[in-house]
C-alpha cells in the first residue's frame, strides 16, 4: 500500500512508502521543460538514488547501525550537474532520517555542508555530543 503525503513546496511533491522503500518525487520547471526527480531509498545497496526523468543522476551511500544512520559518500553525475539534485537527494535523505527517528552521522562533507547551512532545520538530527566530531555547532543561532 502506498501512503502519499504532499509537502508544502513552491514545486510538487509526493512522498510514497511501499514494502519498505521510501520515495519522493518532485516535479519542477527547468529550462521551460517539467522535469521530475524521484529519490528512492535502496536499502539493498544501503543508499538512497536520485532520478531524474528515470535516469539515476546520483545517490548518497550510508551505514545504518541501530537507531543512527551514517551518511559517508554522495555522488552526482556530472551530466547531472548544476540542478540542485545533490541538496535535493541529501535534503530528502536526511527527512527520511527524521521520519524514522534516526540520529545522523554526517561523514560525507556534502551532507555535513547541507546540515551546516541549514542548522534550523537539520542540526537536531545529529546528537550533540558528536557534533564536534563533524564540525558542526553545538546549537543553532
Not at 13 to 37: C, E, F, K, P, Y
Not at 51 to 60: C, K, L, N, P, V
Not at 130 to 135: E, L, M, N, V
Amino acid at each position: 500500500m502506498f501512503t502519499q503525503v504532499i509537502l508544502r513546496s513552491s514545486r510538487s511533491s509526493s512522498i510514497r512508502h511501499h514494502a519498505g522503500n521510501w520515495h519522493n518525487t518532485d516535479h519542477v520547471q527547468q529550462g521551460g521543460r517539467l522535469m521530475t526527480a524521484t529519490v528512492r531509498d535502496n536499502p539493498a545497496e544501503n543508499r538512497f538514488e536520485i532520478f531524474e526523468d528515470g535516469r539515476r543522476a546520483g545517490f548518497a551511500v550510508y551505514k545504518l547501525n541501530g537507531d543512527t544512520i551514517a551518511f559517508t559518500h554522495t555522488e552526482v553525475d556530472s551530466a547531472f550537474a548544476g540542478r540542485g539534485l545533490a541538496r535535493r537527494l541529501v535534503t530528502t535523505a536526511l527527512d527520511d532520517a527524521r521520519r524514522r527517528g534516526l540520529a545522523v552521522l554526517p561523514f560525507c562533507p556534502y551532507v555535513r555542508k547541507v546540515i551546516a547551512a541549514d542548522p534550523e532545520s537539520y542540526l537536531d538530527l545529529v546528537p550533540q555530543d558528536r557534533r564536534s566530531r563533524f564540525g558542526l555547532p553545538e546549537t543553532t543561532g
